[in-house]
């Protein structure tokens, strides 16, 4: 059975080498663990996990942006387990766990993911980026101009 919960520090490299494909840029495996390492956004989060008889499966960071409002960020799966339904799981997981909370995103995949989640882009004109979606949820969640944020 899968299990969401915090990472554990020891896990950190683990979870680095999930998106390590997505967004190393091309670098060594040395230079990108020690860019994630000395992360100052990274270290402002708290990293989750969903695993499976203590194999790690996928990951997310949370970022406390405001009072019940998080910002998910770093969401993926370990090459190995994806297209299996593991992100989704634990995003439904968490935000089914913190159901008082408005959630912000930047989707830098189809955000067609996330609609299925129940995530909505935020209008075009308070899109910071060309490259990446700003997302909320849930749908009822329509936050002021000065709430959005530039990025996290």
Known sequence: MVKLRKASPVELTQIYMMGYDAWS?????????????????????????????GQ???????????????????????????????????????????????????SDIDPSFYRRLGFQAVSQENQFYSDTTLMCYPEDFHP???QLPTYF
């Open 25 to 53: 840029e091309r670098q060594s495996v040395a230079a990108y663990l020690q860019e994630c390492r000395s992360s100052t956004k990274y270290q402002q989060g708290t990293w989750w996990v969903l695993e499976e008889q």
């Open 56 to 106: 790690l499966l996928s990951s997310l960071i949370i970022y406390e942006l405001s009072d019940h409002v998080l910002g998910i960020g770093s969401v993926s799966t370990d090459p190995a387990y994806r297209h299996q339904g593991y992100a989704t799981t634990m995003l439904r997981q968490f935000m089914a766990a913190h159901p008082a909370f408005n959630f912000f995103l930047f």
């Open 144 to 146: 002021a101009k000065d």
